[in-house]
């Protein structure tokens, strides 16, 4: 009996060995086979670049790469690191010069995929729908490229570690707010007239939701994941912690406006400035959003909270 | 003379006109402000005399009532601008939209926030007046004196319109991140959070009363030409510039205030006309009234429009959508500006001899050579033949680029010859807007992506324009200022469509900005075999019937003479010029400017007769785009700069210039 299941084992082992020598991904069309883990990554999308670098690889070059380094800023991305043009117009020839043997790239590129697979072979990743869960799919995407990387296992130790994570943050809110945590909005403001409500499918809420915090209960129909409002229609936030993203240069001139002034949640002090952060991005934008909305809600003071959300 | 005394003398109708406008402002005010509004009646009307208490309250009151008095202001201050603009320069075509004030001043508001943010930040009135007048100048400079109160001051303005226009998305997209807000705010949009904007722009509009005193007077005088007002004690250039810095004033608050919103200016003042107004002040006074009620009008309609959608409708969108049927209705009652005033670069004196066409072609040639060959890579400039891989990148945009600039270039011959008018390109005329329309509109509301080929509809949408040109047209022998019009109305139609797309705010603008700012990138092999085989194709008919439109061009009579059929001639020959334009359209999208340099860089070259001129302006086209592209690649490495933008910027700019340089050897001469 022992015998026999040591010679199953033994041939489980030799089947995995074998696969490993041909290592297979899925992307959002399907699985494709490489003969060994790419070692020059070209990154064409910014959420990408993000799921590399927290896999510990460093791109050959992203699209944009300048203003990665100005607006996404977490993870950060090695000053080696080429710019590698627009990302809707990435410099082919450029790519060529690289002899990459991996691009990654996004829908927006989707059309020049036959181009891009004249340079090498191409990953395409559909990372944000409006009909599907975008944090679940960022998950999925960063162990798919962990398994073309070989490094599952340290990706299933660092999404572990994002989980305490969440978890020590969620102790810090609880220990401010107690164990009933308020409801939350998160805005990004366009102008002094127009802001960007985001909805369940966005990554703030997921964050959010990870954080043990309820909000926006409706999916937005972007594929963003936010809705276009009038800004006067915050107004019928009665009841929720409104947050909104920085940077925002006019809000001097709205935030002084006496009908600012008159909105429930600022009228109540349940509203905050969340720092800077890019929130179309990889699973760990998820801890970089809940780690910024964690400072935003410890600066509300508690006694307005808990009586003005009930 | 005696009748425009008269007429001046004594105002139709005012005794009527005046308290009807009224009333109808006053019913569309109370409308406006009862639009997606909870309150009663009666609290509203309480809330007249005590401070607001609860968020509706303060929504109404600082929210709706300011929405309501900014409409009124901006629209009186369009209005009053267009008409002291019309009346000086006795153009009825001429508003800060077709002057290309309003393109000014919205690039001297984008330069502004780029560059010196804290001075946009709080006087942002001065940069907009800085490029309003700036544009203005040239256009003036441009038409020349004779030429302000006819068309080539329009079409002087409308050039420096696309131009600006190009200018201004060129430096938004090279610093895209920075100015997101500015599409909002280029929207055109009364949305309001308070009374700060109102109670900034009430005094910068009280020149308005002043105006209304003291300016009818030298507009008066104006209508009896320029000896007749000299002769009655006007000293006219100084009043003449007075007045036009306060026109230009007034639309430039607005402009800063609330963004872009045209046609108002333009239309209001022929619309009082037509009721009745007659006389200088009547003109201006009846002017701001009509224009505070269009505008109301049409803001009510985008308020009424965002709250049944999820969508916002900017304000100033809602506008030009009234605004350009209503220009083409304007236009189908009454002849417009009519006069072949000239504005034509002096052709070269001798003939191209064979020695400058074979010095062309080799030019072209080693161009060809040096943008497949020349490139910058990593590690520096690198001049070698490409390699299999990116020879498989170059040759299709180059060909491209060759192919689309020959086209463009043989359609603004066609054009220029057959409505014998120097300024007719397929841009100006709207076809290539037409073109656009026809794609962007397919993209924004049938899902269709952006990306992919869309040949039939951009022939459809180029087709349409034609359509809509011929149908105008055949009742005033096209006549150059309607096909003028048609072409503003659809580039303004074009640009509300745009503004809504970028007020939804996506990830997409930008995808939507940089295929509307034309790149030969996405051009397949496949695609560019195409535009270059369906070029050669069209070129053959244009070429064989050459002679035809060589008598087309001299005129009427003299084809009919020869025994042409006039309608169907000019059927065909127009035919081809929307063919021409959407084939390069649907491929490379809008690339302007080219279409209107090439035959003009030929004529100047020697080349008077048709089929020299459209040989040698295929040939300059082709160079022209081919060198636009190669420097987009080049220039800001590994970005690039979108080949449409660079072209117009580059042959726009060139264009004005030998406009302006030819304006200064003949005021010498």
């Known amino acids: ?310 | 003379m005696q009748s425009v005394l008269k007429l001046a003398a004594r105002p139709q109708g005012w005794s009527r006109r005046y308290p009807l406008a009224l009333l109808a402002m006053l019913l569309l005010a109370l409308w406006h402000s009862q639009i997606g509004n909870p309150l009663p009646a009666a609290t509203q009307w309480a809330l007249l005399t005590r401070a607001p208490a609860d968020f509706a309250e303060l929504q109404w009151w600082h929210a709706s009532l300011p929405r309501l008095a900014m409409a009124l202001l901006v629209g009186a201050a369009l209005g009053f601008s267009g008409s002291l603009l019309q009346q000086l320069t006795q153009n009825r075509l001429v508003s800060p939209m077709t002057l290309g004030a309003s393109a000014g001043a919205w690039l001297g508001l984008v330069c502004a926030s780029i560059w010196l943010p804290a001075l946009a930040a709080e006087h942002s009135e001065w940069p907009a007046l800085a490029g309003a007048m700036l544009a203005v100048l040239l256009a003036l400079a441009i038409a020349g004196v004779r030429g302000i109160g006819g068309l080539p001051l329009v079409l002087g303005g409308m050039a420096l319109n696309l131009l600006l226009g190009a200018l201004a998305s060129a430096i938004v997209m090279l610093h895209d991140q920075y100015s997101r807000n500015l599409f909002l705010w280029g929207a055109g949009d009364l949305t309001q959070n308070d009374w700060h904007w109102v109670l900034w722009l009430l005094p910068r509009l009280a020149p308005m009363l002043l105006l209304l005193w003291l300016a009818p007077r030298p507009l008066t005088l104006l209508r009896l030409g320029a000896s007749g007002a000299q002769g009655r004690g006007l000293r006219l250039w100084p009043s003449m510039l007075l007045l036009l810095l306060a026109a230009l004033w007034l639309s430039s608050v607005a402009i800063a205030a609330v963004g872009l919103i045209g046609f108002i200016g333009l239309l209001t003042p022929n619309f009082a006309r037509l009721l009745g107004a007659r006389g200088a002040r009547d003109e201006l006074a009846f002017s701001a009234l009509l224009g505070a009620l269009l505008l109301l009008a049409t803001d009510a309609l985008a308020v009424l429009a965002s709250s049944y959608s999820v969508e916002l409708v900017p304000s100033g969108a809602a506008a030009a959508l009234i605004g350009a049927p209503a220009l083409l209705w304007f236009t189908r009652r009454q002849s417009a500006g009519s006069g072949q005033q000239n504005l034509s670069l002096a052709p070269a004196a001798r003939p191209l001899s064979r020695r400058g066409w074979g010095l062309l072609l080799a030019g072209l040639l080693a161009l060809v050579l040096v943008s497949l060959t020349l490139a910058p890579g990593t590690h520096g400039w690198q001049l070698a033949w490409p390699d299999a891989l990116i020879w498989s990148f170059r040759w299709p945009r180059t060909l491209a680029a060759v192919a689309g600039g020959a086209a463009l270039a043989l359609a603004g011959v066609i054009l220029q010859r057959l409505l014998r008018n120097p300024l007719a390109s397929p841009d100006i005329l709207g076809l290539s807007a037409g073109a656009t329309l026809a794609l962007l509109a397919a993209t924004l509301w049938l899902g269709r992506p952006l990306q992919q080929g869309g040949a039939p509809l951009a022939f459809g949408g180029s087709m349409l324009v034609l359509g809509l040109l011929l149908w105008l047209g055949r009742r005033q022998q096209y006549a150059p200022g309607m096909m003028a019009l048609v072409g503003i109305s659809l580039a303004a139609l074009l640009e509300a469509v745009l503004q809504f797309a970028l007020a939804r705010g996506t990830a997409d603008s930008f995808a939507i900005l940089g295929w509307l700012a034309g790149s030969t990138y996405r051009v397949s092999g496949q695609q560019a075999l195409l535009l270059a085989g369906g070029a050669l194709l069209l070129a053959v008919p244009v070429l064989c019937g050459q002679r035809a439109l060589t008598l087309l061009a001299i005129g009427d009579g003299v084809a009919q003479g020869r025994g042409l059929h006039l309608a169907r001639n000019r059927l065909a020959w127009l035919t081809l010029v929307a063919l021409l334009t959407a084939l390069v359209t649907s491929v490379l999208g809008p690339v302007g400017f080219l279409g209107l340099l090439a035959p003009h860089i030929a004529a100047m070259l020697g080349a008077r007769r048709v089929l020299p001129q459209l040989l040698l302006a295929a040939l300059l086209g082709s160079v022209l785009l081919l060198v636009a592209d190669w420097l987009g690649r080049v220039l800001i490495f590994p970005l690039q700069v979108p080949v449409g933008i660079l072209a117009s910027v580059l042959c726009g700019g060139y264009f004005i210039l030998l406009l302006l340089a030819q304006r200064v050897r003949r005021g010498r001469a």
């Open chain 1, 1 to 310: 009996m022992a015998r026999t299941i040591w010679v199953m084992l033994a041939a489980v082992l030799l089947l995995c060995s074998g696969m490993a020598a041909a290592v297979t991904v899925r992307d959002s069309d399907g699985v494709h086979h490489f003969a060994r883990p790419p070692q020059r990554v070209v990154a064409l999308s910014w959420e990408s670049a993000e799921q590399l670098l927290e896999l510990g690889i460093t791109p050959l070059a992203v699209a944009d790469a300048d203003d990665y380094r100005q607006w996404v800023v977490r993870p950060t991305l090695p000053p080696a690191t080429l710019p590698a043009g627009g990302r809707l117009e990435p410099n082919l020839e450029l790519l060529a010069s690289l002899k990459p043997d991996l691009i990654i790239i996004s829908p927006s590129l989707l059309d020049m995929r036959p181009q891009l697979a004249r340079i090498a072979p191409v990953l395409y990743f559909d990372a944000y729908r409006h009909d599907h869960d975008n944090a679940q799919v960022a998950r999925d995407i960063y162990l798919q490229l962990a398994g073309l990387f070989g490094r599952r296992a340290l990706a299933e130790r660092r999404l572990a570690a994002l989980e305490q994570g969440f978890a020590k943050l969620r102790g810090r809110l609880q220990q401010h707010f107690g164990a009933q945590l308020p409801r939350v909005d998160v805005v990004r403001f366009a102008s002094p007239a127009v802001v960007y409500l985001y909805g369940s499918n966005s990554m703030p809420l997921h964050a959010l939701q990870r954080l043990g915090i309820a909000g926006t209960p409706q999916p937005a129909a972007s594929i963003w994941g936010v809705t276009q409002q009038k800004v006067v229609q915050l107004g019928s936030l009665r009841h929720s912690v409104v947050l909104y993203q920085q940077p925002f240069e006019q809000a001097g001139k709205l935030f002084a406006t006496p009908l600012w002034q008159a909105m429930p949640f600022v009228a109540q002090q349940r509203f905050a400035a969340v720092r800077s952060t890019w929130s179309y991005g990889g699973i760990f934008s998820l801890y970089y959003l809940a780690e910024a909305m964690t400072d935003a809600l410890l600066t509300l003071d508690r006694q307005s909270i808990v009586s003005g959300t009930r």
